[in-house]
């Protein structure tokens, strides 16, 4: 373990390249194995295994582990609802790799909030909330985000405009303007694979309002993936978090 490389010895740029790192791999096993899952998922699960031992965080680690199940969780409901569909299944209506790739974007948007305070300076790392009220209203946006897509399902427009109020609302309360940072490049990231993959025919909407294949609801809806993901690591690292400080350290060793 400590002759694995650790980021904190690297400068910004080598780390965003690593990150990138972790992106490619992650588009190109869908693109170019897409149609084999369970081999699609293999150097997918590979690069998300090095940026864990990369990073040695457990915190990034326990977010990992909660995005895994609640993204695999949500994109099940919403394929049973009719909402998208995959073009190769594995089990449950979803492929292999799924699981995994959601785990690698918790660590893409974590690293990225690591990253920035590495190349601005501390001016923009300010202490999370409490935990216990973050951490609830944390939990429970998962559900209600779920459920809002069902509820406004016939109202594109609608379901836009909630789902960007709650962005804002959010980043407001945990008073941490990373956050909304590390949305944009969840946004900017979410929105290329999603145009290119639909594109490729892996996945499809069935919406009835489409920009080049993809309902508008999900750009905002990757920002607001990406701000979560890093208010969950955030919040983790509160004062009061009943984590044990052994666990709040970076380094796992």
Request: proline share 6%; glycine share 8%; with cysteine.
């Amino acid at each position: 373990m400590d002759k694995f490389p650790y980021y904190k010895n690297f400068s910004p740029v080598k780390n965003f390249f690593f990150l990138f790192f972790i992106l490619g791999v992650s588009y190109l096993s869908v693109w170019f194995l897409g149609k084999r899952p369970v081999l699609a998922a293999l150097p997918i699960i590979l690069a998300g295994a090095l940026a864990l031992f990369y990073f040695r965080s457990w915190k990034l680690l326990l977010t990992y582990i909660s995005f895994f199940i609640f993204g695999t969780w949500m994109e099940i409901f919403l394929i049973n609802n009719g909402f998208w569909t995959y073009g190769t299944k594995s089990f449950l209506a979803i492929p292999f790799y799924l699981p995994f790739i959601w785990g690698n974007i918790v660590i893409l948007c974590i690293g990225i909030l690591k990253g920035i305070p590495m190349v601005f300076g501390r001016r923009f790392q300010q202490r999370p909330p409490r935990f216990l009220p973050s951490f609830l209203l944390t939990l429970a946006l998962f559900p209600v985000l779920t459920l809002s897509t069902l509820f406004f399902a016939d109202h594109l427009l609608l379901m836009v405009i909630f789902l960007f109020c709650v962005d804002i609302l959010y980043v407001i309360y945990m008073k941490n303007i990373m956050l909304a940072f590390v949305g944009i490049f969840a946004l900017a990231c979410g929105t290329i694979g999603d145009l290119t993959f639909v594109w490729l025919g892996i996945w499809s909407y069935s919406a009835a309002v489409k920009v080049a294949g993809v309902p508008p609801y999900i750009f905002i809806g990757w920002d607001l993936t990406g701000i979560l993901m890093a208010g969950l690591y955030m919040i983790l690292d509160a004062p009061d978090s009943p984590l044990p400080k052994w666990m709040k350290k970076d380094d796992m060793a």
